[in-house]
């Protein structure tokens, strides 16, 4: 059974304090990792596809990777309007984890 | 920017009636997905629809649920009878065919079901 398990599910940081999300999986085929940030009452919003192991994308401050086993996203120097939750999603992005809830306190 | 829509924002309705969430994909999109996010919960796929037919579909999608793209720029779910744990925020999706698989997700559709 395919599972996207993803750490912590909570993180609250300073400005300007960077840190990283983990998102670890277990799927029969990767089809892409996904990540997407979802603000309150919103769809999410889509930030980074990763296909292959040593793939590295950036945006702005975020910055995610991928090995065979997990993906993290780099958060640097946050400001407190990266606070979200951020969605990592697999298969295609079928399957979502839980999220990583981000509070940036000014 | 073109982005995905979706109506009604918010729809209350009884156990037992038959409710209709309406998207409207992004127009050079022809991948269209419908999820689902109970309150405090992942997001859960529902459906996949391509080519004017269902391309996949989880568990969650029973013989209650219905998909229909019923003109060029519609696309719509339909549950036939609602139960209490229908309640959840329901998310459309679109793609293009490009071979990049990101999904545009609209604002989504708050479904109470009393």
């Known amino acids: 059974e395919d599972q996207v398990t993803q750490s912590p599910e909570a993180l609250r940081l300073q400005e300007g304090e960077s840190s990283s999300l983990n998102c670890s999986y277990t799927v029969s085929g990767l089809r892409g990792l996904f990540w997407y940030r979802q603000d309150p009452g919103k769809g999410p919003e889509f930030l980074f596809t990763?296909?292959?192991a040593g793939e590295e994308k950036e945006k702005e401050r975020l910055k995610a990777t991928l090995t065979k086993k997990e993906s993290f996203l780099h958060i640097t120097a946050p400001k407190p309007e990266d606070s979200a939750t951020y969605l990592c999603?697999?298969?295609?992005?079928?399957?979502f984890g839980k999220g990583t809830h981000l509070i940036i306190q000014p | 920017e073109p982005e995905v829509t979706q109506t009604p924002s918010h729809q209350v309705t009884q156990m037992g009636q038959e409710v209709i969430l309406r998207c409207v994909p992004i127009?050079?999109?022809?991948?269209f997905y419908w999820y689902r996010q109970i309150l405090g919960q992942k997001v859960e796929f529902l459906v996949s629809?391509?080519?004017?037919?269902?391309?996949?579909k989880s568990e969650i999608f029973d013989d209650q649920f219905s998909v229909e793209r019923p003109d060029g720029s519609n696309f719509t779910l339909k549950i036939r009878s609602t139960k209490l744990e229908d309640s959840a925020m329901y998310f459309c999706a679109s793609r293009t065919t490009s071979g990049r698989n990101e999904q545009y997700f609209g604002p989504g559709t708050r479904l109470t079901v009393t």
């Open positions: 990763l296909y292959s």
């Open positions: 629809f391509y080519n004017n037919e269902i391309s996949e």
């Open positions: 999603a697999v298969r295609g992005g079928l399957t």
């Open positions: 127009s050079n999109h022809l991948y």
